[in-house]
């Protein structure tokens, strides 16, 4: 091999690439935030706490265990945690649960988890929690099915799996305008492509709402909510937006009934 080939570095297609704890920066100041992880912090969050809340009151109970999957550097985790819930952070890049771990206090539980297919570390938590949050952490998965599938051994009866993706229209206009997302399959129809953040490009699969729909269905769960929320107008002029304005995410919950 010629010794100025370019050997292609596999973490560039990775979310264990270290650049990406930096992009995925919620720990840090608000005015220091990356705009893509602002928005799961302006758009996502406030719909999700609601929906825990009904949850809350669903159950009757004030406080709850919670399981946040791809929980990056761990701010939602810490909020929950703010809350009163008991928190149990997931993620596959050691480089973000090193900064979730640093910036939380210890009675937070992160575990380290490539895959959510076996009895490792994180078992401990089977059969607990009341409710499992992803934020934009299962589209980069091929195998979403079979990870919802694992997620299922955590819940207990009535708990319920809450979680943001992005919706296809948001990616059909941001392959127009030429933003974030490249590479896909169809510029009409994405189905898979790339997400690429300054240089690391991260497979990205787009499932309709009625995927899922089917997934959870077979699982015995009933759907409980799906919700396009939009950016809200500070939102937009605190970070200049120049991204796509169909929203950015599709919320989606479903209860596991049994
Ligand atoms: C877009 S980031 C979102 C991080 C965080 N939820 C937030 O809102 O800032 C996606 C996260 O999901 C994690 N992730 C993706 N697939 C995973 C898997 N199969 N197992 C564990 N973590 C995964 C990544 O490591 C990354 O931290």
């Known amino acids: 091999m010629p010794l100025n ?6 973490s560039n297609h990775d979310w264990k690439h270290n650049d990406l704890a ?11 935030i990356h705009p893509d992880a602002a928005v799961n912090i302006y758009v996502g969050w406030p719909v999700f706490f ?16 919670i ?3 791809g929980c990056g550097t761990g701010e939602f985790c810490k909020n929950l945690h703010m809350k009163g819930h008991k928190v149990v952070g997931m993620d596959k890049s050691d480089s973000m649960l ?15 988890k490539e895959l959510v297919d076996s009895d490792g570390e ?7 929690m009341d409710v499992i949050t992803a934020m934009h952490s299962f589209e980069w998965n091929k195998n979403i099915d079979d990870i919802v599938k694992d997620l299922d051994k955590f819940l207990v009866p009535k708990g319920i799996m809450l979680f943001a993706v992005f919706p296809k229209g948001h990616v059909i206009e941001s392959l127009k305008i030429k933003d974030l997302f490249e590479d896909f399959d169809s510029e009409e129809n994405p189905t898979e492509g790339f997400c690429n953040f300054d ?12 995927y899922f729909d089917d997934i959870f269905k077979k699982m015995n769960y009933e759907k409980v909510l799906e919700f396009y929320p939009q950016l809200p107008k ?25």
Not at 5 to 10: A, L, Q
Not at 98 to 112: M, Q, R, V, W
Not at 234 to 247: D, G, N, R
């Open 199 to 210: 240089g690391v490009k991260i497979p990205v699969y787009i499932k309709d709402p009625t």
């Open 50 to 65: 609601e929906q825990i809340k009904y949850q809350m009151e669903f159950l009757g109970r004030d406080k709850l265990n």
């Open 5 to 10: 080939s370019k050997i292609e570095d596999p």
């Open 98 to 112: 090193e900064i979730a771990k640093g910036n939380s206090p210890h009675d937070i539980s992160y575990c380290l």
């Open 22 to 32: 930096d992009r995925f920066n919620t720990h840090k100041a608000m005015d220091e």
């Open 234 to 258: 500070t939102f937009l002029e605190k970070y200049e937006w120049h991204a796509a304005m169909y929203p950015e995410m599709v919320i989606l919950a479903y209860r596991k009934t049994v």
């Open 122 to 128: 994180c078992s401990i938590f089977y059969n607990q």
């Open 67 to 69: 399981l946040d999957f």
